[in-house]
T-cell receptor, first 117, second 115 residues
Framework: AQTVTQSQPEMSVQEAETVTLSCTYD???????LFWYKQPPSRQMILVIR??????QNATENRFSVNFQKAAKSFSLKISDSQLGDAAMYFC??????????????FGKGTHLIIQP | NAGVTQTPKFQVLKTGQSMTLQCAQD?????MYWYRQDPGMGLRLIYY???????DKGEVPNGYNVSRLNKREFSLRLESAAPSQTSVYFC??????????????FGDGTRLSIL
């Protein structure tokens, strides 16, 4: 079974600065997908960014980018120019390639991101 | 743009009572999922349904049953609620197969308290 570890329960950053959230995972598979989800106090789960393991290029979405290190099984999220609206819980998630991805996500325990004005 | 709709949003039960959480999606997705979220934990998969007519256990299925009523609806039933089932429950759906990196779309969650 796969496991996802987020080693930072809480992170704090000044508005407009850059912050990096860490995620490592354990798997014996060679093909898989990785995701970062954001959960604000409203409790919604919002997709931030996704990465296919077979792609070497790191995914980017506006101010959000990842550093995907497949050999190290590391998938960190970088948020540039942090904004107050970025304050939330951030979850790293793993999705198996086998089964077509129908069998659900494995989540880390989350990192609570605080933005200091 | 309803997406994934869960009902109810909040519920309080007494130990031993039964309840069904409802979930419906309007995105024509094949796969649907039920997760629970406990304090200090990420979401954990309870059950999933890869397609209409099929269901499979996830990581924490004990004490729950599910029904994939049709392609749109996937319900979660607690037959005899226990305090350990106090949690926030999320339903999700996704497409799979052709484009396997499709993300899961989540409902807004149901906060369930069992006294």
């Amino acid at each position: 079974a796969q496991t996802v570890t987020q080693s930072q329960p809480e992170m704090s950053v000044q508005e407009a600065e850059t912050v990096t959230l860490s995620c490592t995972y354990d798997t014996s598979e060679s093909d898989y997908y990785l995701f970062w989800y954001k959960q604000p106090p409203s409790r919604q789960m919002i997709l931030v960014i996704r990465q296919e393991a077979y792609k070497q290029q790191n995914a980017t979405e506006n101010r959000f980018s990842v550093n995907f290190q497949k050999a190290a099984k590391s998938f960190s999220l970088k948020i540039s120019d942090s904004q107050l609206g970025d304050a939330a819980m951030y979850f790293c998630a793993y999705r198996s390639y086998s089964g077509g991805g129908a069998d659900g996500l494995t989540f880390g325990k989350g990192t609570h991101l605080i933005i200091q004005p | 743009n309803a997406g994934v709709t869960q009902t109810p949003k909040f519920q309080v039960l007494k130990t031993g009572q039964s309840m069904t959480l409802q979930c419906a999606q309007d995105m024509n997705h094949n796969s649907m999922y039920w997760y629970r979220q406990d304090p200090g934990m990420g979401l954990r998969l309870i059950y999933y349904s890869a397609s209409e007519g099929t269901t499979d256990k996830g990581e924490v299925p004990n004490g729950y049953n599910v029904s994939r009523l049709n392609k749109r609806e996937f319900s979660l039933r607690l037959e005899s609620a226990a305090p350990s089932q106090t949690s926030v429950y999320f339903c999700a759906s996704s497409e799979w197969g052709v484009s396997r990196n499709q993300p899961q779309h989540f409902g807004d969650g149901t906060r369930l308290s069992i006294l």
